[in-house]
């Protein structure tokens, strides 16, 4: 029996067995709280967008995500407007959502499982773990299988290439950055970059023109994401001393992507490999 089919079987049982959901056909009834878009995201390419009965600010796919009630956002949980949706699952976000607000829904009695996407495989991991806790088992393993599937290709695809010094100008008032120990810095190693300020002791540290002078990128990456605060533009063009700068060598990427634990965040990766490619 080969790999994949072990995989396929062990996935199988372990979702129909958790909660019967699947098997007395009671997922179909279940009502569930999303706190943060890219659980909304895994939830819909399992199969339990339906039973999403609400959401959070930034929630825009699928295009149907749009269309659920907001219970908050980044700066907190809107407890009573919650409580309202009579939730029989609530999913937060351990790293995004506020602590004091997982503690009270837990104290009023929800059931709340917690999202806490560390690695980009654990994307594949959360997409089964979500089919356990709703029983949506059919698409699943499916969808767990073809990110692993894509994400082992691009690793294959770009390992090899010449590495280049880029800069991630996450944000630019005031002007931050991250380190090694972040996400995007582990989709940037996917397509051979070399994060010049990975070695920070901050995950996301403030940093100044002086520090990107001194770490010399040789390409500078901006991410644009759709956001009532557009992120303001830097005028680089007055420090040709950067190697960047001097050859032109600027990208934008698509946040909205790649800054979400989703599996379109691979798209975003794939998009993000081809434009550094133009600059090796």
Known sequence: MNNFLKLFIVA???C???GSFANQEKHSELRI???APHIVENLYDIGAGDNIVGAVEYSDYPE???SIPRVGGYHGIQVEKLLELQPDLVIAWQSGNQASDIARL???G???ILSNPKNIEDVANELRYFCKETGYFKMAESVALAFEDKLRVLRQENGNKAQIAVFYQLW???MMTINNTTWIHQLVEVCSGKNVFGENPTPYPKIGIENVIVAQPELIIIPDEKSDRPQPKIDWQKWPEIPAVKDNQFIQVNADLLHRFSSR???GVDDMCAKMDAFR
């Open 265 to 267: 965040m691979l798209d």
């Open 172 to 174: 630019s008032e005031p």
């Open 33 to 35: 709280v999303a706190l």
């Open 110 to 112: 929800l059931k709340v």
């Open 12 to 14: 199988l049982v372990l």
């Open 16 to 18: 129909a067995s958790v």
């Open 106 to 108: 837990k104290q009023l």
């Open 64 to 66: 149907a995500a749009l």
